[in-house]
């Protein structure tokens, strides 16, 4: 073999141009320039800003000497925490035995999609990994678009147009995200209730990943699970409400009547990542435990996320930025389209070269709308995360004040100071490219 040859040919056709995931590649690039120095206001990465729960932190401690395998399907004292957690705020109930616990639900969402037999619906925009996902698992993703004027979101009629105009296998499955990333929108009862009407008539199953469902600001979240419990598969975890990205504790609640696929993607788990780390599973299992504790951490930094996010919407569309209000977690998904004709005289033209030149002229750094979101290359939209701020100092103030008092009208500018700062900065960058 020739030296030329060396490599050619390894990786399958179809994943030619394969790309690792937008956001994760974005914000190390984002935290090198930060921590070489350079001043970044850090809105394309949505990771908590909040400590992890208290109760939790201090149970790792005590747990951080087990050692041994777990069982695939997860502690069975943890399982039993999350049939309760979901009990009390959806009002569901779950048999333990019907939960699988792993390393994050992303991983829990690749095996499903490896096992499943049928076609796979996604949504634009959407999470930047359903669509790359989906190909990696040799489905092709039929997507359903939605707009701006809809607040990004789904409805039966779209349903309806995609069904007429698509030959689909017999067994189909939609990738849900509610609340939604990037959008921050969120389904009510009665939407979800049409959705399920017309999700039933197609044969429709879903994967309903509500990971901020906990984080909707008036905490009025509706679980699919509620309106459609046989045809959906629940998946969320730790990361968002409990701030435990890192501890990469997810989990997937099946109905009864698709235990074949739960059996399925257990059976691949066991010959993939065996458990989801010991320690982690106990020290969340322990934070169950105390629901209370939980209630009290949830709302309060629901309502901080609230407090910031409307203030971002609200400082962008007073400058024409258009902006579906957010009801839940940590994203806006702006369209700037205002100064769509302004940034052509500049040679600015995509989504792409926009953040770019946002970023150079501000250090204002959002992550582009476009392909990675399933939207047009030339359609001015972007993903923005107010996340960067301190968040312990934010839950402090917000403890301080007590859930009975409102946040005061200056909290983003005292609290949340780099989002105050750097929406201010995006303003006035757009109200310059009108001016110009």
């Known amino acids: 073999m020739s030296d030329g040859s060396v ?21 190390e690039k984002i935290r090198k320039l930060i921590d070489q120095g350079q001043k970044v206001y850090h809105f394309a990465f949505g990771q908590s800003p909040f400590p992890v729960v208290e109760i939790a932190t201090q149970a790792l401690k005590e747990h951080a000497h087990q050692n041994a395998y777990l069982p695939v399907a997860g502690l069975l004292e943890l399982r039993d925490g999350i049939s309760k957690f979901h009990a009390k705020y959806d009002d569901i109930a779950v048999d333990p035995d019907n939960i699988i616990v792993g390393p994050g639900s992303k991983e829990l969402i690749f095996l499903l999609l490896q096992i499943f037999n049928g076609d796979v619906i996604v949504i634009s925009p959407s999470w930047t990994t359903y669509r790359p996902q989906t190909k990696l698992a040799h489905h092709k993703a039929f997507v359903i678009d939605t707009n701006l004027e809809n607040e990004w979101k789904i409805t039966p009629t779209l349903v309806h147009q995609l069904m007429e105009n698509n030959t689909m296998k017999k067994n189909r499955l939609l990738i849900f995200n509610n609340p939604d990333n990037p959008t921050g929108t969120g389904y009510s009862r009665k939407e979800l209730k049409a959705l399920s009407e017309v999700f039933r008539e197609y044969n429709i199953l879903v994967l309903s990943d509500e990971i901020y469902g906990r984080l909707h600001y008036d905490q009025s979240h509706v679980c699919m699970a509620q309106v459609y419990p046989e045809g959906t598969i629940l998946c969320t975890g730790l990361s968002k409400w409990a701030s435990a990205g890192g501890w990469r504790i997810g989990y997937h609640i099946y109905p009864p009547q698709l235990s074949p696929l739960k059996k399925a993607v257990q059976s691949a788990a066991s010959h993939t990542y065996s458990c989801a780390p010991a320690p982690m599973q106990y020290a969340v299992s322990h934070l169950f435990t105390d629901l209370a504790a939980c209630d009290e951490y949830i709302k309060h930094c629901s309502r901080i996320m609230g407090v910031v996010g409307s203030y971002s919407q609200r400082e962008l569309v007073s400058v024409g930025v258009k902006v579906v209000q957010p009801t839940a977690g940590y994203y806006i998904f702006p369209d700037f389209g205002v100064v769509k004709d302004k940034l052509k005289t500049r040679g600015i033209e995509t989504c792409q070269q926009m953040c770019d030149a946002i970023f150079a002229e501000t250090s ?16 001015l ?10 968040g312990t100092r934010a839950l402090e103030a917000s403890r301080a004040l007590g859930l009975d008092v409102t946040l005061p009208g200056n909290f983003v500018k005292e609290y949340c100071t780099p989002v105050y700062e750097g929406i201010q900065i995006l303003k006035q960058w757009v109200t310059k490219q009108l001016e110009s």
């Open 381 to 390: 939209t972007t993903r923005l995360c107010f996340v960067p701020f301190d």
């Open 7 to 27: 490599g050619e040919g390894l990786v399958r056709t179809d994943l030619e141009g394969y790309a690792p995931a937008s956001n994760l590649s974005f914000n």
């Open 364 to 379: 204002v750094a959002l992550m582009a709308g476009g392909p990675a979101f399933l939207r047009p290359v030339d359609e």
